[in-house]
């Protein structure tokens, strides 16, 4: 009959009408500012610079190895390396960046500095009210802004933080093992010969985690 | 006290005018009578914009606008504001003139209307003997605003949303005033102060409303038919069909001037909605003896108010039709049911008083109903689309 779908349909508008009025949970609106709903643990926008302990400047693990800069598809990132060594959170002398700039304007949000770093230095962050009345300076983060402690990445992504961890850990031991080993076996070897070669024994503890600085010639 | 609340619109005008010299106290009123019009409406216009946003978030789940004012309140001033400072662009290949002539055109014209709605008792601007007529006649020029805007604009979706603006308007216009022919043959009065006058009587503390008739009713659904169409209104909104036209007539237009075509448009709903109310709702009659303490401008502005709530229900309702299913309704089952409705409404005006009438009446109307819709609205002579593509 014609007709019927009409009348059929202003019920259901109607019920729509009346029921959103009576059961909260038809409106599905979260009204943003006031109301917000925890991000999801995949959520990444833009990368930042994780540092271990309690100073960011000494405690940062970047070493200036550049890579990422040269992986950057949109090149959003700018790194100088210091001329000097520090101490990094380990104790070992490193290079460490003088400068490190990403134009959040320019970053895509790729993630691919995320996954070429050997060093776990840059993690995504989920901070995405980023606004800013400057949109040359504002947007443009240098170290001081990206440096992030451990702590938040725990926070902000608590799984893959977690196996950071537990990966660098593993790392550790391996080369304090390592390091042990060579140790013991150059005793070993200062034991029996008369003369050693002293000097040897330390340095390949290192070698594990720093491969990178064999990069850095610019063509 | 009563007719004190009742009149009291017209008491103060005369007041006011009697500080004046005599020759100049009737053009005054009427002068007085326009600007309480030229406020009123477009003061309910943007009430019903805010009633359109909330109640069309309500239906969809949503909140509509929440944030000016109060539960939103006061988003209509916001977006009065807003198109008020938006840039007025005329395109460079326009017809500059007939651009900007064709928005103004419209809201006059849409005003024009009300001069003959009876909005209460003694509150009609002007008694014309033929106001139903002078009411058509008006609101069929609005077509004619309609296709200055179209064809100035110079753009094809104007064009086209002009052209189907026109076509449409022309189809249901006949409707429009066949269904209302019964009305008139009825009271034997082209004079809306008349039709009001007709039906503001009760038995049982009951009104005498065309619409509690089997014709009356007929002819009201096939009025609020005939009206949405003839005002563009959803779903009948093809002229402005934005999946397809952008905005249909009014692409061209921003600023102000798109503002007086919103106005314009809802404006004239709501004149169509006071026209209906006249003709099948009594007009300014309370719906019940006992309610007539209220005054009457407050029942004709509910009536017009809950008219255009249902145009919003319908809009949050039904989707776009196409234009040919436009075509087909307006020719095929809407007009024969209006002339039959005349015939109808002849058969109850001599059959006398008595059950037996609205027996006959009804039945008539029923079977014609069903009839029409099986012969003229069956879908299997659309079928399936086939698509034939580019070799």
């Not at chain 1, 008369?194 to 985690?209: D, G, H, L, M, S």
């Not at chain 2, 019964?182 to 809306?192: D, E, N, Q, R, Y």
């Not at chain 2, 019940?288 to 809009?315: D, Q, T, Y």
């Not at chain 2, 196409?322 to 109850?348: E, G, I, S």
Request: hydrophobic letters at 50%; glycine letters at 8%; aromatic letters at 12%.
């Amino acid at each position: 009959m014609l007709g019927e779908g009409i009348l059929k349909g202003l019920g259901e508008t109607a019920r729509n009408f009346a029921g959103s009025f009576v059961s909260a949970d038809r409106l599905t609106t979260v009204q943003y500012p006031e109301e917000r709903i925890a991000p999801i643990e995949a959520t990444r926008d833009f990368p930042f610079l994780v540092y271990d302990g309690a100073d960011w400047e000494a405690g940062l693990r970047c070493v200036a190895c550049q890579i990422c800069e040269k992986e950057c598809p949109p090149k959003c990132i700018y790194i100088v390396k210091s001329t000097d060594k520090k101490p990094d959170a380990l104790g070992k002398p490193q290079i460490y960046p003088a400068r490190f700039d990403i134009d959040i304007s320019v970053c895509m949000s790729c993630q691919i500095c995320v996954e070429v770093c050997p060093f776990e230095a840059i993690k995504m962050d989920t901070e995405f009210e980023l606004s800013t009345t400057d949109r040359f300076g504002g947007l443009l983060y240098d170290k001081k802004e990206l440096a992030k402690s451990n702590e938040h990445f725990h926070k902000v992504h608590p799984t893959e933080a977690a196996e950071v961890d537990a990966r660098l850990a593993e790392e550790k031991s391996k080369a304090e093992a390592k390091a042990k080993a060579a140790a013991a076996a150059a005793a070993a070897k200062a034991a029996v010969p008369a003369t050693p070669p002293k000097p040897a024994a330390p340095t390949p503890a290192a070698t594990p985690i720093a491969p990178a600085p064999a990069e850095e010639k610019k063509p | 006290m009563i007719e004190k609340a009742d009149q009291i619109f017209v008491l103060l005008g005369h007041w006011l005018v009697s500080f004046l010299p005599v020759w100049l106290q009737q053009p005054v009123l009427v002068l007085l009578g326009v600007v309480c019009i030229i406020v009123t409406f477009p003061a309910l216009f943007a009430i019903t914009v805010l009633l359109e946003r909330k109640g069309l978030g309500r239906m969809q789940n949503r909140y509509g606008p929440n944030r000016v004012g109060p539960y939103g309140i006061f988003q209509p001033v916001a977006d009065g504001i807003k198109s008020l400072t938006k840039e007025d662009i005329v395109p460079l290949n326009a017809d500059a003139v007939v651009h900007f002539l064709a928005p103004v055109f419209l809201v006059v014209v849409v005003f024009m209307g009300y001069a003959i709605l009876p909005i209460g008792r003694n509150m009609t601007l002007v008694n014309l003997d033929a106001g139903i007529l002078f009411f058509f006649a008006i609101g069929a020029s609005t077509e004619l605003s309609v296709f200055m805007a179209g064809w100035s604009s110079r753009n094809k979706y104007s064009l086209l949303g002009a052209m189907r603006a026109v076509a449409q308007m022309i189809s249901y216009e006949v409707p429009l005033l066949m269904s209302s022919l019964a009305v008139i043959m009825m009271t034997g009065s082209l004079s809306p102060n008349r039709i009001v006058d007709a039906q503001n009587q009760y038995t049982f503390g009951l009104p005498h409303w065309y619409v509690f008739t089997p014709w009356g009713l007929a002819g009201f659904i096939l009025f609020a038919v005939a009206g949405t169409a003839e005002t563009n209104r959803s779903p009948f909104d093809l002229p402005e069909g934005e999946s397809e036209l952008v905005a249909g007539y009014f692409t061209e237009y921003s600023g102000f001037k798109f503002a007086l075509f919103f106005l314009g448009e809802y404006v004239g709903m709501m004149g169509i909605a006071g026209l209906g109310a006249t003709l099948f709702l009594g007009g300014y009659s309370a719906p019940l003896e006992v309610l007539g303490f209220v005054p009457s401008w407050f029942w004709f502005i509910a009536k017009v108010m809950v008219a255009m709530c249902f145009f919003i229900w319908v809009r949050g309702t039904l989707p776009r039709l196409r234009q040919d299913q436009l075509m087909n309704f307006a020719w095929k089952f809407v007009l024969p049911l209006t002339l039959l409705n005349l015939f109808d409404a002849a058969l109850w005006r001599f059959m006398g008083p008595g059950l037996l009438r609205w027996f006959v009446c009804s039945a008539i109307l029923l079977v014609a109903y069903v009839a029409l819709a099986r012969i003229g609205m069956t879908r299997e002579k659309f079928g399936p689309r086939s698509y034939r593509y580019a070799e």
